[in-house]
């Protein structure tokens, strides 16, 4: 049973920086590529970070790039999003997403992901 959990969300004031969790367990997590996807209320699903399953290839949004990094700790089974400088339009629920399967490579796109997390709500008030 694959489960995501999320956490490290909040309330910050813009400019401010967060950093979110995934904790992840019933999944080869060292072999798998993670990724962080976000969703606004009356958006799509949208595109953040993403991480190979060795670590060593990022990938992030345009609107992130330079602002935020993944990483992950295998012995951990967790991968996180270190958030700084942000910005009132962050505000969305983050989702940790997952692929099935081992050495699998990260995308952009959610279809690609069969894992997801509940979310965690991060709130940037201008």
């Known amino acids: 049973q694959v489960q995501l959990v999320e956490s490290g969300g909040g309330l910050v004031q813009a400019g401010g920086s967060l950093r979110l969790s995934c904790a992840a367990s019933?999944?080869?997590?060292?072999?798998?590529?993670m990724a962080w996807f976000r969703q606004a209320p009356g958006k799509e699903r949208e595109f953040v970070a993403a991480i190979a399953w060795s670590g060593g290839s990022q990938d992030y949004a345009d609107s992130v790039k330079g602002r935020v990094t993944i990483s992950r700790d295998n012995a951990k089974n967790t991968v996180y999003l270190q958030m700084n400088s942000l910005k009132p339009e962050d505000t969305a629920i983050y989702y940790c997403?997952?692929?099935?399967?081992?050495?699998?490579?990260?995308?952009?796109?959610?279809?690609?992901?069969?894992?997801w997390g509940q979310g965690t709500q991060v709130t940037v008030s201008s």
């Open positions: 019933g999944l080869p997590f060292r072999f798998a590529a």
């Open positions: 997403a997952a692929r099935n399967g081992i050495f699998t490579v990260a995308t952009m796109r959610p279809l690609d992901y069969d894992y």
